[in-house]
Every structure is written in structure tokens, then in C-alpha cells.
């Protein structure tokens, strides 16, 4: 099986959008004791090289519900020799003793005042998968050039050493401890800043249902409504516990909308519960539905979720900052293949807007500057259900959105007004924007390569598609190769990314679409949206104009049926 041995043994693993994710088993490109040990001691050298108190500060280790029956790999064990492999160099490690939402790891790194952590999990991947997610001190998931300079340690010291095998350490060091309770006390305690309710929340009828996907999420999202004063959110009890096979599911991701979200709106309809909040197995991102008039359920994506908490959290700042706050001083950012009604907000109310690239990472990097700076950042980001109200963790966290969406949906009970009439409310201000996000699936890395060279040697070599189909290109931004045309020096703003593919064009009629490969699936992803002014209100002409762009985009730079892509299925 010599194909196989090759793919297996003749690579590593990169960062990517979310530190290093592969499928669990045996090989060098995937996720197993062996390659968790080598990157752990990598980080070691790394670590040791940029941090001279690094024994005094410590490195904090989290780990999600996955794991493998046939391998006995599980997220628990992996967590277990990543603290061996640094405790046997005498490195202080807090290492959580039950599983953790992902935005534990990184409070938990600032709270501690540690000097980096791991989570290990893979989030919303398949059951195969799973990961090892890494922050820095800043409490920020790494970028680069740490992540390449960590790769490099890596490859330098690739054989065990002595106690990095030592699981046993786990339990027997002095230098171990167990950050839970403090960190859960300390987390619930800052979740106080972004609740602006309380009294109402502890007297609404509102129900809700959470479901926590198989995951981490169920104990951690029940003490957040205790904290905002809310009676308990109904369980789904199929779904509360882990499970790493994630059965009731055919893939354990909210995104995917009504089809994953079935056992939980069943249980709504019997609890007579309006509002369904998913969060998705490591708890870092929140799915929400609400039962509609006519008896359908209406999944709000990313990008209207982003529109209403946009819209809450500037309000409740409004509400209650002093008279001479400055709302020049106040942010609110995310990611540029993500909605950009926040900008519209923004212009409209006088504060900022920013974007990045995709991942939180940079989201998280860019806030910590920021905050650096005096300014404050109310919301961020991306559109893949990835939110973070307030700044207490600098990266997404599906329990704080869950609780504040909560908030938001009891507030707007009181004036009996639904979450999507508050939508329609936001766009009618601010400017519809109809937006829609999707993917193919292709598992061929060449396919992919060539789908993006034919875009940036179109119609001659060097030359970009001046059309779509029919619709005219006015701008193109190629993050890749650094290329934006819309500016004068022709370079983009955006930092290059070398080793993902991404493409933005801006089209004549006002519409903005990208393409781009996923960091952490074998995906081709695709953003389009139509951005209207606050007169443009015929919604079924945007919407129109956004599906026949959709389509041409498909059609003449994806090419699905020559190129062998695999449909999303629906």
C-alpha cells in the first residue's frame, strides 16, 4: 500500500485558520500521540527561546469530548501528553480536569498570565478529526511568523525525549495544576459585563431550548443563564452529553442549519420554546432559530446574527456609557468574507469598523492592539457563526453569544418584537444586505491550485476576468498574491497568505464575492453579497441579482462539472 504509506508518512502537518487539524490515526499528517508529543516539544524550544520566565508563568492545556475507539486516541489523552512533554522540562502546567469550551484556553491564558496554550479539539469537523489549537500570551490564537517559526522547532526535534512518553506525570507532579474552578468562577464573573437585563431576564415568559451538539457546551451555557438571571434553558437530552460519535447528527456542525438542528426545534415545538441556540461541540460557536408566525422556523445565518448583536451591543453601549464618551473611540470588527453591515452600522452611528482576514486569529490579534491603544471593541465576527461580544476572551465563544442572544430576544419580547422583525428593522435602517455562503467539496489539492490559476491567467496570462458571466468587474483583491486593483499602488491591504487561496471580486452592480479555500476542511468556499443603501428596499430584486451572480460565479470560475466538485448537500 505504498500510496498509502506515502500520504501518510511523508508530510506534516501546517497551521492553518485554526492551528494544526488533521483526521486521527496512525502518520506523520495526522492527529495522534506521536505528532501531539513532537509539536509539544516544538512549542518547548519555541517557548523557551521567546519567554526567559516561561518555568515561572506556566502553559495551559484544554481539551474537548472527541476521541477514536479503534486508535484509543481521545482529546483527554492527547491533553494528557501535551502537560507530560512540558512538565518533564519542569514548565508549570495548568491542565483543565474535565473537558472545556475552547474559550477557556485563551481566558484562561490571559487570566493566569501564562505564556501560551493549547486547546486540543477540532471543533466542528467531522468525528474523524481533531486538533491542536494554539494562543499566545496575548490570550490571541497564533499568527504568523510564530506559527512558522513553531513548525521549524518542530522539525528539529522530532524524536520523543526521555518523560515526554510520562502520562503519569499528569497525576504524580507537583508543578500540575487544575485551573476549572477558578477560571469557570472568574469567566462567569466577567460574563456580568455584557449583561444589561438582568431583572427582565429573571421575569420573561420566553422560553428557550440549547442543545450542545454532543459537546462541551451544555454545563457551561446553564451557568451563564443563571448568571444573566434566567431560568435554566431546556436541554436536548439526547444531545447534552458527550459523545464523540456525535449519533444523532450526520455531521456535528450547526452551520449546516434545519437538517442538524431537527431534535432541537421537535423539542421547542413540544416545550412551546420560540428560540433554539446550538452551540457547536468545543462551545466557540452559536447557531440560533426562532419559530416564525406561520409555523416555520426561521435559522438566521452568521451574517444576520452579526446584524442583530452589531445592532444590541452598540445599543446597550449607547444606553449606558457616560454622556461625554466618545464614540470615535469605539470598534467594531470582522472578517472580510463575512457581512459588511457592520460598516454600514458604523457609518450611520459614528463609530469604527475593521476587517481582517478570515480566522479569528487575526480578529483576536487586531483587538488585543486595539484595547493596547484605549480604544474599545464592542463586537466581532466572521460569518461562520463565529461571534465575540465584549473582550473578555479574544476569541469566538458560543457561551457568552448564546446568553446574550438570549438577553437580546427577551428584551425585544417586552416590545413584542420577534428576532427577525428586529432584522428587518436593522436593514430597513442601515441598508438591506442579503448575503449567501457555501462550499464544494474537493479532495484533489491540484484541482483546486488550477481552479485558482485559471482565475489569475484568464483570458491572457497575468489578466484577472473582467467579467462574470455577465456581470461587470470593478475591482479585483487577490490576498494570495498580495493583488488588490482597487488600490493606487495596486497592493493589497491585507497581509499575504501564501498558502491559502483567496480571491475577492466587486462587482459593477454592488455586489462583493470571494473565493476561497477552507483552512481547515478539504473545501472551496464561496461568500457573495448584496450591499443596498437604506432606499433600496425591494428585497426580491437583491435577491434576484444575488442568485443569478451566484449562479455565474459557479458556472464560469468554479466549473463544478469539469472540474469533478462535490455539491454541498442540502
Known amino acids: 500500500m505504498n500510496k498509502e504509506l506515502r500520504d501518510r508518512l511523508c508530510c506534516r502537518m501546517t497551521f492553518g485558520t485554526a492551528g494544526l487539524r488533521s483526521a486521527m490515526g496512525a502518520g506523520f499528517c495526522y492527529i495522534n500521540d506521536l505528532t501531539v508529543i513532537q509539536s509539544t516539544q516544538g512549542m518547548y524550544k519555541y517557548l523557551e527561546r521567546c519567554f526567559s520566565d516561561f518555568k515561572q508563568r506556566g502553559f495551559v492545556v484544554g481539551y474537548d469530548t472527541r ?6 486516541c481521545s482529546s483527554q489523552r492527547l491533553a494528557k501528553l501535551t502537560a507530560a512533554v512540558l512538565l518533564a522540562k519542569d514548565v508549570p502546567v495548568y491542565l483543565f480536569s474535565k ?8 481566558y484562561a491564558v490571559q487570566e493566569l498570565k501564562a505564556v501560551a496554550g493549547v486547546m486540543i479539539t477540532a471543533s466542528h469537523n467531522r468525528k474523524e478529526d481533531n486538533g491542536y489549537k494554539v494562543y ?3 490570550g490571541a490564537q497564533i499568527t504568523s511568523p510564530h506559527d512558522k517559526e513553531i513548525l521549524k522547532c518542530i522539525e528539529e526535534c522530532v524524536e520523543p525525549w526521555n518523560g515526554s ?29 455584557i449583561c444589561f437585563h438582568r431583572e427582565l431576564n429573571s421575569k420573561t415568559t420566553l422560553k428557550f431550548v440549547h442543545t450542545s451538539f454532543h459537546g462541551v457546551g451544555h454545563d457551561y451555557v446553564q451557568l451563564a443563564f443563571q448568571v444573566f438571571g ?26 449546516e442549519g434545519e437538517s442538524v438542528l431537527e431534535l432541537s426545534l421537535r423539542l421547542a415545538e413540544k416545550e412551546n420554546a420560540r428560540v433554539v441556540l446550538a452551540t457547536d461541540p468545543d462551545a466557540d460557536r452559536l447557531a440560533v432559530a426562532e419559530l416564525q408566525e406561520n409555523g416555520h422556523w426561521k435559522v438566521f445565518t452568521g451574517n444576520e446574527l452579526a446584524a442583530l448583536f452589531g445592532w444590541w451591543m452598540f445599543d446597550c453601549w449607547k444606553k449606558n456609557t457616560s454622556r461625554n464618551a466618545d464614540v470615535k473611540n469605539v470598534y467594531m470588527l470582522a472578517t472580510t468574507v463575512s457581512s459588511k453591515i457592520l460598516k454600514a452600522i458604523a457609518l450611520k452611528e459614528g463609530f469604527h469598523f475593521e476587517e481582517t482576514l478570515p480566522g479569528f486569529k487575526w480578529i483576536g490579534s487586531r483587538i488585543k492592539d486595539l484595547l493596547e491603544n484605549g480604544k474599545e471593541v464592542l463586537f466581532a465576527f466572521e460569518e461562520s457563526i463565529g461571534f465575540l461580544c465584549g473582550t473578555s476572551v479574544l476569541d469566538k465563544d458560543g457561551v457568552s453569544a448564546a446568553v446574550v442572544a438570549a438577553e437580546m430576544a427577551a428584551y ?13 428593522k436593522v436593514y430597513e435602517k442601515y441598508g438591506y444586505h442579503i448575503s449567501k455562503t457555501s462550499y464544494f467539496l474537493c479532495y484533489d489539492p491540484s484541482t483546486i491550485k488550477s481552479i485558482f490559476e485559471r482565475l489569475r491567467n484568464f483570458d491572457s496570462p497575468k489578466e484577472y476576468p473582467k467579467f462574470c458571466g455577465t456581470f461587470a468587474i470593478l475591482h479585483i483583491r487577490d490576498v494570495t498574491t498580495g493583488y488588490d486593483s482597487s488600490q493606487p499602488n495596486k497592493k493589497s491591504v491585507l497581509p499575504v497568505s501564501k498558502n491559502s487561496q483567496m480571491i475577492t471580486f466587486t462587482f459593477q452592480n454592488g455586489c462583493v464575492a470571494t473565493l ?21 428596499s425591494d428585497t426580491a430584486f437583491l435577491e434576484e441579482e444575488l442568485r443569478k451572480l451566484i449562479e455565474a460565479l459557479i458556472e464560469n470560475f468554479l466549473e463544478p462539472s469539469k472540474n469533478g466538485l462535490i455539491w454541498r448537500s442540502v
Open 136 to 138: 499566545w500570551e496575548t
Open 516 to 536: 476561497r479555500t477552507s483552512g481547515t476542511e478539504p473545501k472551496i468556499k464561496y461568500y457573495a453579497e448584496m450591499c443596498a443603501s437604506p432606499e433600496q
Open 412 to 424: 425585544l419580547e417586552t416590545m413584542t418584537i420577534t428576532l427577525k422583525q428586529q432584522l428587518i
Open 165 to 193: 512518553w510520562n502520562d503519569n506525570l499528569v497525576d504524580t507532579s507537583p508543578l500540575k495544576r487544575d485551573p476549572l474552578q477558578d477560571i469557570c468562577r472568574r469567566y462567569m464573573e466577567d460574563l456580568k459585563k
Open 230 to 255: 434566567f431560568k435554566p434553558p431546556i436541554p436536548v437530552p439526547e444531545q447534552k452529553d458527550p459523545d464523540p460519535d456525535f449519533s444523532t447528527v450526520k455531521c456535528p456542525n450547526p452551520e
Open 99 to 106: 473537558y472545556v469550551p475552547t474559550p477557556f484556553v485563551p
Open 67 to 72: 476521541g477514536q475507539v479503534t486508535s484509543s
